[in-house]
């Protein structure tokens, strides 16, 4: 089924709004002002202005769909990022910022609207998994992206995780954000990248929850450890590894985080970068 746009705005490039202030007179060196200091000012205050991406609100099948484009894509991946339970594509776009990453990373990147208050819980259910997958095939062949990575929160995370055990070949890599694992390790189809995180203060999802999760996903993935070694540091964080695995498979925690709590930019970073690398 083709996208059919309804609503579309444009994350303009902050050269392109300080030609537009500067025409109208606005912005003058004058009274001590210079402008390469109030562009870097504007730069720190307003990331997002430095992007020239366009994000576009758009119904696949009878469902809302929040598509952000980088400027130059060239031969972009795809990520798409889903919501938890009782959240929406506003909250999901807050909560993990990776629309801030489409150009600098090269991402197309989705953020879908369940079409009830979540995604369906069971692993066995077809509903959303066979949404997912034809909304992945349908922007890849669109866009002409390269490899495809799911994320998703809480509910959205429990969903990634079932899509990843139960798919093979649709997916290179997936991240739980505060996701129940809900399945045995002999339940999934084949070794997947995989990133477990929590935040150490959740109580809807225990953090004790996410050491099991990646635990199942360190069999899932032929490991020969849990996820306990080579920590690395992230924003508000860090970041375990289990080894020798036919897939990458990590844990990341961040320090004193709540279940809603919006995962820092910097670690946002390191999950892309993650995806990105356990995908290469």
């Not at 606005?26 to 504007?42: C, E, S």
């Not at 979540?118 to 992206?145: E, H, P, V, Y």
């Not at 109580?203 to 996903?217: E, K, L, N, V």
């Not at 990590?250 to 995806?275: E, Y």
Request: hydrophobic share 40%; with cysteine.
């Amino acid at each position: 089924m083709v996208l059919q746009v309804y609503k579309i705005s444009r994350i303009c490039s902050i050269e392109n709004i300080a030609q537009k202030i500067s025409n109208h007179g606005t912005i003058r060196r004058r009274r001590g002002i210079n402008m390469r200091l109030f562009l870097l000012i504007i730069a720190i205050i307003w990331p997002n202005l430095l992007s020239a991406r366009t994000e576009t609100l758009e119904r696949f099948q009878n469902r809302d769909v929040l598509i952000v484009v980088p400027d130059a894509a060239r031969a972009p991946d795809l990520l798409v990022s889903m919501h938890g339970l009782g959240g929406n594509i506003n909250f999901q776009r807050g909560y993990f910022r990776v629309n801030e990453l489409a150009d600098s990373e090269n991402l197309v990147i989705a953020i879908p609207k369940s079409q009830g208050p979540g995604w369906d819980f069971g692993i066995n259910q077809a509903r959303d998994k066979n949404f997912i997958t034809a909304l992945m095939a349908s922007l890849k062949q669109r866009f002409g992206t390269n490899r495809t990575f799911l994320v998703g929160h809480s509910n959205g995370g429990l969903f990634a995780q079932n899509f990843a055990c139960s798919t093979e070949g649709i997916i290179d890599g997936f991240a739980s954000l505060a996701g129940a694992t809900t399945f045995r390790a002999q339940r999934c189809a084949n070794p997947v990248p995989a990133l477990i995180e929590n935040g150490s203060a959740d109580r809807i999802i225990p953090f004790r929850a996410a050491t099991r999760g990646c635990s199942i996903w360190a069999s899932v993935n032929g490991c020969q450890s849990d996820c306990v070694n080579d920590q690395v540091a992230t924003e508000g964080g860090d970041i375990k590894s289990a080894s020798q695995c036919l897939a990458p498979t990590a844990l990341m925690t961040i320090q004193g985080a709540g279940h809603l709590t919006p995962i820092p930019r910097g670690a946002v970073r390191d999950i892309v970068a993650f995806l990105k690398g356990a995908g290469a």
